[in-house]
């Protein structure tokens, strides 16, 4: 293993509680009743349109696709102005992370949040320096689960496919590296316990990743 490409949200990190926050700010302009975070966070990982356009579905709002797409702007908005008060890093991120890095794998994150706000995430979380590639919904034409943004990332990492990891939390992670060819974990945490995978794909901590010679006496 040469190089660790995570998700994000609901991977490295529980987003949710902001996300929940930026998407009921949009709903009450539009007089909206509040959604609990635990609802929000079952339709988030496939980008902000489609958050927008299943928390509507949810509620059985009918809007259009041009309502969507003003609506998502909106939810981004309030998104952006804070976007990491309630978040925090699953796991043993904030130690495991550096310590692959120090180890010699390259690491990346391959998201379907826009790149510059996947950015400002990992920034506040002290990741940004280990993390040498960060691929967003906007950085490639295609979002996943489609296996461009996965490729594009282990292209950037300058490692072959073989030589490659994916960690993601949903059947959006394994369906994009199954396309991808790419080994991939499903965290326990995440809602991956949904896709039946053998024991041996499943994650209970990301220090599992470091190198035997890496790991602490």
Same mark, same amino acid.
């Given at each position: 293993?040469?190089?660790?490409?995570?998700?994000?949200?609901?991977?490295?990190?529980?987003?949710?509680?902001? &996300?929940?926050?930026? &998407?009921?700010?949009?709903?009450?302009?539009?007089?909206?009743?509040?959604? /609990?975070?635990?609802?929000?966070?079952?339709? &988030?990982?496939?980008?902000?349109?489609?958050? %927008?356009?299943?928390?509507?579905?949810?509620?059985?709002?009918?809007?259009?696709? /041009?309502? %969507?797409?003003?609506?998502?702007?909106?939810?981004? /908005?309030?998104?952006?102005?804070?976007?990491?008060?309630?978040?925090?890093?699953?796991?043993?991120?904030?130690?495991?992370?550096?310590?692959?890095?120090?180890?010699?794998?390259?690491?990346?994150?391959?998201?379907?949040?826009?790149?510059?706000?996947?950015?400002?995430?990992?920034?506040?979380?002290?990741?940004?320096?280990?993390?040498?590639?960060?691929?967003?919904?906007?950085?490639?034409?295609?979002?996943?689960?489609?296996?461009?943004?996965?490729?594009?990332?282990?292209?950037?990492?300058?490692?072959?496919?073989?030589?490659?990891?994916? &960690?993601?939390?949903?059947?959006?992670?394994?369906?994009?590296?199954?396309?991808?060819? %790419?080994?991939?974990?499903?965290?326990?945490?995440?809602?991956?316990?949904?896709?039946?995978?053998?024991?041996?794909?499943?994650?209970?901590?990301?220090?599992?990743?470091?190198?035997?010679?890496?790991?602490?006496?």
């Amino acid at each position: 293993m040469k190089a660790v490409i995570f998700d994000l949200d609901g991977t490295l990190v529980d987003s949710a509680p902001d &996300i929940a926050w930026g &998407i009921n700010r949009m709903l009450a302009g539009h007089q909206l009743p509040p959604q /609990d975070t635990r609802v929000v966070e079952q339709f &988030i990982g496939e980008g902000a349109a489609v958050l %927008v356009a299943k928390v509507y579905a949810h509620l059985g709002e009918r809007v259009d696709e /041009d309502r %969507v797409e003003r609506d998502t702007a909106v939810y981004l /908005d309030h998104y952006r102005s804070r976007p990491v008060a309630e978040s925090r890093l699953y796991a043993d991120g904030a130690t495991a992370l550096p310590a692959l890095r120090r180890s010699g794998v390259r690491l990346g994150v391959c998201t379907n949040k826009l790149q510059s706000l996947a950015e400002v995430v990992l920034a506040h979380f002290g990741l940004r320096d280990c993390i040498e590639v960060v691929v967003g919904s906007d950085t490639t034409p295609y979002r996943k689960p489609h296996p461009a943004p996965l490729l594009h990332a282990i292209e950037r990492l300058g490692v072959d496919v073989p030589d490659a990891v994916f &960690i993601g939390d949903t059947a959006i992670d394994y369906e994009c590296a199954v396309a991808a060819g %790419v080994s991939c974990r499903i965290v326990d945490w995440g809602l991956g316990p949904g896709l039946n995978l053998p024991q041996r794909t499943r994650l209970r901590r990301f220090a599992d990743l470091l190198p035997t010679s890496a790991l602490p006496a």
